[in-house]
Each structure stands twice: as C-alpha cells, then as structure tokens.
C-alpha cells in the first residue's frame, strides 16, 4: 500500500536504537499520525490509538528478555493489526456446494476485474468456478466479463440482448452448475451510483438477492473513498448478514489505510484485497501479514519470531517452574526443553525468561547440544514408553537396547541423552536450593526486579 515507506524507514531505524528511548518514542509516534492522517485514517481514531501506544510505551515494561524498542514496535504492531480490523483470519472456503457468490458495488469499483480474481483464486484452490454476468446497463459489461473468463478458461454465462437482470442470474446457475458442474458461481452486477446514495444501491442489491438467494454478498469497495467507505459498509453490513467485502485500487491510492479502517470499525469483514489491475493482484485480507508488510517486514519478521517463540516457551517455563517447585524433572520436561532449545537458542536464554533464575551461574559449555544431537534424542524420547519418560531410573540395559533399535540410535546415545536428563535434574535441583536459600534471605524480591 502506498504512503508508508516514510514509516518503514522510521522502524527500521528506531529498532536500531539511536538516540534516547522516550525522545525516540516521541519522533515514531508524530510519523506514525502522520502518516495515518495522510492514508485518511479518521483523525479522532489517530489521536486515540497513538495516545494509548504512548501511555504504553511510557508506563510498561517489556517482558523478560525483550528488549524495550522492540517492544514497542510489537506494541505499534498489535495497535495497527486491531486498527485493521484484528488478528482473525477470513472465512474463505465456502461451507456448502454449489457456493454462489454475488457481487455488487459502485459503478467502476471494480467488481468485474474482482469477479475474475475471485473465480482465478478459487480455480487455484482446485475448486470448479464459474462466471455470470447480469450487467445489462454497460454495453461492453458482457464482453468485458467473457473475455475475462475465457483468459482464466472458466465456464461463463451472459445474455447479450436481454434487459432482465434476474432472469439472466437465474438461468446461468441452473446452466453452469447442471451442465458445467461448476461448484462456486460468481455473479457480476452492474454499477449502481453510489456516494452518498448508499440507499438506492443497497435497495437493489437486496431485489437481486431475494431472487437469486446467494450464499454470500460481496461489496466491492474502492480503496480511493478512504475514510468514506465508513457509511457504505456500515449501512451494507446492517443489511446482509452474508456479507464480506472486498477493497480494490490498494496499489493506486494512499488513502487505503482510511478505507480499510473504516471499514473494520463498523464490524463487516475485509475478506479480500485487490492491489493491481492483473488477475494475479489479489490476496485474501489478513490484518497481521498486512501491518508486517507496512511496518516492513524483514526487520519485523525475527522480532514477530521472537515473540512467538516467547509465547511456545511459555509452557516450558511453567514446566521448569513446576520442576524446580518439586525438585522433580522427567523426560517429558527434556522432551519440551529441547524443542524450544531449537526456536530460542541455548538453555541460558530460556532460563533467563525466568524471574529469579538469571542471576544464578550456570554453565553454559555443558548445556549446549548440537542440532544433530537433538533430533537425535527426541527420537529417542519418541520410542520411549510413557512410563519411561516419567520415570527414567527404571530405564536398565535391557530398555535402553530396544530404545536404540525403535529409535534407530545406538545405546551409548540413549545412555548419553540419560546422562544430559540427570544433569539438567541436577541443576534443577541445585537451582531450587539456592533459590530457598535467597528466599530465606529475603533477596528473592530483588532477583526479580533486575
Ligand atoms: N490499479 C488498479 N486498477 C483496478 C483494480 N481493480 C480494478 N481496477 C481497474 O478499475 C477499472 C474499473 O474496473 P471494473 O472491474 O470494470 O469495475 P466495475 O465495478 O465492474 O465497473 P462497472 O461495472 O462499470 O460498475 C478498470 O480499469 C480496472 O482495470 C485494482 O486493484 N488496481
Ligand atoms: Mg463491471
């Protein structure tokens, strides 16, 4: 989408770090209004999103080993992706064959262009799409369509000479799904004038709709109406409880952000977007791949891991909290260890997400463990009974040998991942009896706080 690359730059350069922290936080957050006010973003949303991003930023810390610009770029993040209508992914596959799909909007808010992405985008899906068109208002409408059907060769379905909208609509589904089998019809309408007469063009979509009873509703929005599309969209999405919507014109406006969020604030769903005049410009809307890719996303993409990565370790932590509260450490709690080892890195980073636990030695050479070599053992941990992995100290040579064969290892590797179990039991141990011990003292409080 256009209008952002000032903002880009600016995150990129934020997470570098120069300058103060608040003062840093001031200069993103005057781009980030800028920017937003000139993509048409309603200007009261602005001012209370940036607010709350700033209260944040100032008053919250971030989580355990997250450093603070990071944080507050995530922070930014999370604000645009709700802007944008949230983190829920549309509802694309349809729930019912044949799936008939219409499409309506203002005159020249590409509605003919989206019905050839939407029937192209399901062909990729491997469904059986086909085209209708009822424009009987646009002398070229029928032509326009066909041609766009036989390029993408899907079935398609008009009736050059005829002025009734609905009986064309009618005929063509009983045509293309009895003889051409196709299992999704899209259904192209003419141009109704809009802006402003939301009523007239709503009042017609619903004759139409009556007659034909689609299973979805598609309005098509053109990205150029910016914070305008608020209206349309509300009234649309009051209206038809089956409707979705679909932006077009992305790539041409840089009012997009002000349609796109407009359209999120009233409820109704953004299903797809459109951002050029080729077929292939076409994605289904998803808020968080969308705002990743404004924020620019290579700077985000290891950030948006991390994040995530601290989420997975999550249960590893109340793992190794539950193990170090009892002193008790199975093959289970390995097991998830070493799958987080792999998305975060050596044991002493996982440990430092716990509060308290950073400030202990520990040995960092004796915990590494090579990519080879953690395959290797979850393999291992896969053969295993359950019994075994809750109770290693029943695991004798007999075990170990039909481990090894189940696994594909030998039995020196099931003896050396023993070895590494009862290590990390050790430390676990020894961990817990420092940790009463600053209890004791009274310093855990102050651990916790560093
Ligand atoms: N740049 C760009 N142009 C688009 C996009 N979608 C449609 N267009 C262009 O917009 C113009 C109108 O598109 P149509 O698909 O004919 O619009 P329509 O809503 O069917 O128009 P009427 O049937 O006359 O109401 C055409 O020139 C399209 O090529 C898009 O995403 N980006
Ligand atoms: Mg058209």
């Known amino acids: 989408m256009k209008g952002f690359e000032k903002l880009r730059e600016k995150v990129a350069k934020f997470l570098k770090g120069i300058g ?41 810390e971030p989580p355990p080993g997250i ?67 009822t424009d009987t208002y646009r002398p070229a409408a029928y032509d326009q369509l066909k041609q766009i059907a036989s390029y993408i060769s899907v079935p398609f379905y008009g009736e050059k000479n005829s002025k009734d909208p609905v009986r064309i609509a009618v005929n063509g589904l009983k045509k293309l799904i ?44 053109d990205a150029y109406m910016g914070q305008k599309a608020y209206d349309l969209a509300r009234r649309f999405h009051e209206r038809t409880p089956i409707g979705s919507i679909i932006i077009t014109k992305l790539d041409g406006t840089a009012k997009g952000g002000g349609a796109l969020s407009a359209v999120a604030a009233t409820g109704a769903k953004i299903k797809f977007i459109s951002d050029g005049e080729k077929l292939e ?57 070493i799958q987080s080892l792999r998305k975060l890195g050596p044991l002493r980073k996982v440990l430092q997400l716990i509060p308290g636990i950073s400030m202990l030695p520990i040995d960092d050479e004796r915990l590494h463990i090579s990519e080879k070599k953690m395959s290797k053992w979850l393999s291992i941990m896969d053969s295993m009974t359950y019994e075994e992995l ?31 179990y009862e290590m990390v039991r050790r430390l676990i141990k020894d961990v817990k009896r420092r940790k009463g011990l600053l209890k ?11």
């Open 390 to 420: 809750d109770n290693p100290s029943i695991i004798d040579k007999k075990r170990m040998r039909r481990i090894a064969l189940g696994s594909g290892t030998t039995v020196e590797d099931v003896k050396e991942l023993l070895q590494y």
């Open 20 to 60: 103060p922290y608040e003062k840093a936080v001031d200069e993103f957050i005057k781009e980030l209004q800028k920017t937003l006010i000139k993509a048409d973003v309603n200007v009261k949303v602005v001012f209370e999103l940036t607010k709350k991003i700033k209260e944040r930023a100032l008053r919250e």
């Open 67 to 133: 450093l603070k610009r990071e944080w507050f770029i995530k922070v930014v993040y999370d604000s645009l992706v709700e802007l944008f209508g949230g983190e829920e992914k549309p509802q694309v596959m349809p729930s019912k064959q044949p799936w008939i799909i219409m499409l309506v909007g203002i005159q020249g808010s590409g509605k003919t262009t989206a019905s050839g992405k939407l029937a192209l985008y399901y062909k990729k899906l491997g469904f059986r799409p086909a085209l209708v068109t």
């Open 178 to 221: 009895n003889e051409a089998k196709a299992n999704i019809v899209i259904i192209d309408t003419a141009g109704r004038h809009g802006y402003g007469e939301e009523k007239a063009l709503l009042d017609e979509m619903e004759n139409i709709a009556n007659a034909i009873k689609p299973d979805e509703v598609m309005l098509v929005i």
């Open 281 to 337: 410009d076409f994605e289904v809307f998803n808020a968080k791949k969308f705002v990743a890719r404004l924020l620019g996303l290579g700077d985000l993409e290891t950030l948006l891991e991390k994040f995530k990565a601290l989420e997975e370790s999550k249960e590893l932590e109340k793992r190794l909290e539950k193990a170090l509260a009892t002193g008790r450490l199975t093959l289970r709690d390995v097991y998830a260890q």
């Open 440 to 450: 004791r003292l009274g310093m855990l409080g102050d651990l916790r706080s560093i």
